[in-house]
């Protein structure tokens, strides 16, 4: 599951939760808290290059107390 929060805080970054696991992602694919199994860094990883534009817009979104838009998983 990923998931952007509204009052989250600098620098812009995602929550990656997976089997028992939780890390805070950058928008160039960097743990920056946390920790996750390799096969999971590397299907985060896959993500963020397809929705890396859509993240950013995202992480603007929340700033403002807007709602966000969708991002499709990957299929």
């Known amino acids: 599951m990923i998931a952007m929060y509204f009052k989250d ?3 812009p970054h995602f ?3 997976y089997s028992g696991y939780e ?4 928008f160039e694919g ?8 390799s096969r999971a ?3 985060v990883m896959e ?3 397809y ?7 995202n992480w603007e979104r929340a700033s ?4 966000l838009n969708y991002i499709a998983p990957l299929e």
Do not use: D, M, T
């Open 51 to 57: 929705h890396k534009e859509e993240l950013e817009e």
């Open 41 to 43: 860094v590397k299907f």
């Open 47 to 49: 993500w963020i290059s």
């Open 64 to 67: 403002s107390g807007q709602p």
């Open 15 to 17: 929550h990656a939760k």
């Open 23 to 26: 890390a805070l992602f950058n």
């Open 9 to 11: 805080h600098n620098p």
């Open 30 to 37: 960097e743990v920056l808290e946390g920790e996750r199994p």
